[in-house]
C-alpha cells in the first residue's frame, strides 16, 4: 500500500492564482482530513470529510474549499491565493473519526 | 478554545537518557489524546493514542500517560537513541469533532 500520497510536494503561486493540492488514500478510509502547518507551530485542521460526498469545516478553512466525490480522493482548492497562505499542508485519512491518523509528506506552498 | 502547549519547545540529551515530554491542555472534555513523531520535512507518524477513560498505553520504549483532571499528558521514552531524534506532537480530540495541535517538542539525542 501506499498509504497517503500528496502531488504537487512544492510549488510556487503569485498572488490572485489558484490551485488545487491532490490527496489520495488507498486504505479504504471513511475519513480525511487537511491541514496546514506554519513554520515552528502545530497543525491547523481546515476541512476533513466523513465520507465521499460529506465534508465540514474545521478550525480555519476561510480561503480553502474542498470536495470529496471518490473515497480515495479529497482535494483541497486554493481560490485567489494569498501570502498568508504560505505554509505546508499534509493530508492525513483514518479508518473513523478520531482514531489514529496516516499522513502524507506534505505539499511546501509559497505564496509571493 | 482548546490551547494545547509542550514545553520545552527543544530538548537536547545524551544517548542512553529517559526522558519526558510534556503537553498540557485547557479544556478537559477530551475525547482522546494522540502523541506523533515528525522528522524533517516529513509527514506525522502516528506513536500513541490515549482513549479519555484510559491512563496511559505503552509501545515499545515509548509510554504516554494522561491526566484529564489537570490537562496534562506526558510522553516518556527510555534509553533515548540517536534515531529518537525528531519533533513530537501532541494533539487532542474534543468532544465536538475539533482537533487541536500543541507546537512540539524539538528532541536531539546527542550520541
Known amino acids: 500500500n501506499a498509504g497517503v500520497t500528496q502531488t504537487p510536494k512544492f510549488r510556487i503561486l503569485k498572488i490572485g492564482q489558484s490551485m488545487t493540492l491532490q490527496c489520495t488514500q488507498d486504505?479504504?478510509?471513511?475519513?480525511m482530513y487537511w491541514y496546514r502547518q506554519d513554520p515552528g507551530m502545530g497543525l491547523k485542521l481546515i476541512y476533513y470529510s466523513v465520507g465521499a460526498g460529506i465534508t465540514d469545516k474545521g478550525e480555519v478553512p476561510n480561503g480553502y474549499n474542498v470536495s470529496r466525490s471518490t473515497t480515495e480522493d479529497f482535494p483541497l482548492r486554493l481560490e485567489l491565493a494569498a501570502p498568508s497562505q504560505t505554509s505546508v499542508y499534509f493530508c492525513?485519512?483514518?479508518?473513523?473519526?478520531?482514531?489514529?491518523?496516516?499522513f502524507g509528506p506534505g505539499t511546501r506552498l509559497l505564496v509571493l | 478554545k482548546q490551547e494545547v502547549t509542550q514545553i520545552p519547545a527543544a530538548l537536547s540529551v545524551p544517548e542512553g537518557e529517559n526522558l519526558v515530554l510534556n503537553c498540557s491542555f485547557t479544556?478537559?472534555?477530551?475525547?482522546?489524546l494522540q502523541w506523533f513523531r515528525q522528522d524533517p520535512g516529513k509527514g506525522l507518524t502516528s506513536l500513541l493514542l490515549i482513549q479519555s477513560s484510559q491512563r496511559e498505553q505503552t509501545s515499545g520504549r515509548l509510554n504516554a500517560s494522561l491526566d484529564k483532571s489537570s490537562g496534562r499528558s506526558t510522553l516518556y521514552i527510555a534509553a533515548s537513541q540517536p534515531g529518537d531524534s525528531a519533533t513530537y506532537l501532541c494533539a487532542v480530540w474534543n468532544n465536538f469533532n475539533k482537533f487541536y495541535f500543541g507546537s512540539g517538542t524539538k528532541l536531539n539525542v546527542k550520541p
Open positions: 479544556d478537559s472534555a477530551i475525547y482522546n
Open positions: 492525513a485519512s483514518s479508518y473513523g473519526l478520531r482514531e489514529t491518523q496516516y
Open positions: 486504505m479504504n478510509h471513511n475519513y
